[in-house]
């Protein structure tokens, strides 16, 4: 059996991972952590916001939009006062609201880097959803600016804070099922028409950077290691109108130090959801394996294969996820998922996009 513990010390999780898991109680920040949420669409509305409520030390205290009826109807809903709400023309003034901690970035992609540097110009901690930014030069504006800042940023890889994900991490990288030789990830769903992520203006690219990123996020988190060769195939059919301005499927195998590969699925015409550990000894499956909720594991080993149940955590993914910024900003450390995290992932998905046009691998 393998000690905990020292797995989550080994992942570099220390002290703050250790209380994103729950296993530990997180020292009382002085006040509530607050939050101003940028963007009110359907994964604001829908998930984070209503998730405050699961949280120990977050809360929402700002509502920010280009949407007066929004401001007004989830403002009353969430209790947030006129005076803590904006547009994103008044957006900058939120530097002088002391209720404000962090911003939370859930704009599409193309936004993100310029919400993330206004908000640490505003003074304030940022949380910024995935995929961090639509290239990796805007990723390290961000991360430069947080830093000049003296600003955390935090990007929202919300499987880091769910348990089945954490346990999957743990096991793989225990050796559970002998060392990993192969990860199959595959992500995927049916795009519809006439929205923001399929114009490349404002998603910065298709299936890869809005859903793939899942595939490529955890063939890292699964591994702990950065690949170091990336070979991969595009098949979009361009007379269909979805896909004028970007990718529908785009497959991708990474090479890691260690030998492990991992084959990736990405798509935005068909339905994944899904990733597999093989070792020498056996595999752990995940299917789903990153939705918002109803995770299943199984796991075959030692000949016989079987579900591998996992208690809930007393606060889901998104309610973790929040509390873990406000607890890394008290406690001074580092979030377990930086603006770093989401640059290394930027850099791979650029190499991705590049051996596809090329069609070579392409070295990292
Ligand atoms: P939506 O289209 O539902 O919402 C985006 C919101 O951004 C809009 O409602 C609008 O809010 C605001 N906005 C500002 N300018 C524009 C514009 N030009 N076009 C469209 N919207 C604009 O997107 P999602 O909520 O699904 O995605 C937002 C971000 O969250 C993306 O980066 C996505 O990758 C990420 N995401 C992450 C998930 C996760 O599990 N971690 C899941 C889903 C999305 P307003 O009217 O208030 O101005």
Known sequence: M????????????????????????????????????????????RQIMPNFKGCDHARLVALVSGTPEKLERYGAEYGIPPTHRYSYATFDTIRDNPDVDAVYVILPNAMHAEYTIRA?????????????????????????ACRRA??????????????????????????????????TAEHGFNARTNQWRLDRALSGGGSLMDIGIYSLNAARYLTGEEPVEVSAIEATDRNDPRFRTVEDRINFLL?????????CVSSYSSNH?????????????????????????????????APRTVPPARRNQFAAQ????????????????????????????????????ERRHVAL
């Open 2 to 45: 393998t000690d905990r513990r020292s797995i989550l010390g080994s992942l570099g999780l220390g002290l703050a991972g250790a209380m994103a898991t729950g296993t530990l109680k997180a020292a009382s920040p002085r006040r509530p952590f607050g939050y101003a949420v940028v963007g009110l669409g359907s994964y604001a509305t």
């Open 120 to 144: 640490a110009q505003a003074d304030k901690h940022v949380m910024c959803e995935k995929p961090m930014a639509v290239s990796v030069a805007e990723g390290e504006a961000m991360i430069a």
């Open 150 to 183: 003296g600003k955390r940023l935090m990007i929202g890889y919300r499987c880091r804070f769910e348990p089945h994900n954490q346990l999957a991490i743990e096991l793989a990288r225990g050796g559970h099922v002998g060392p990993t030789r192969l990860i």
């Open 273 to 305: 959801n899904a990733y597999r550990v093989t070792g020498t000894d056996g595999w752990i499956d995940m299917e789903p394996a990153t939705p918002y909720e109803g995770h299943a594991m199984r796991i075959r080993r030692d000949g016989s294969t």
């Open 255 to 263: 090479r890691f130090p260690s030998g492990i590969e991992a084959v």
């Open 322 to 357: 929040l509390d873990h910024l406000a607890e890394c900003v008290a406690a001074g450390t580092a979030p377990i998922v930086p603006g770093e995290e989401g640059l290394a992932d930027l850099k791979v998905m650029a190499a991705i996009y590049r051996s596809a046009a």
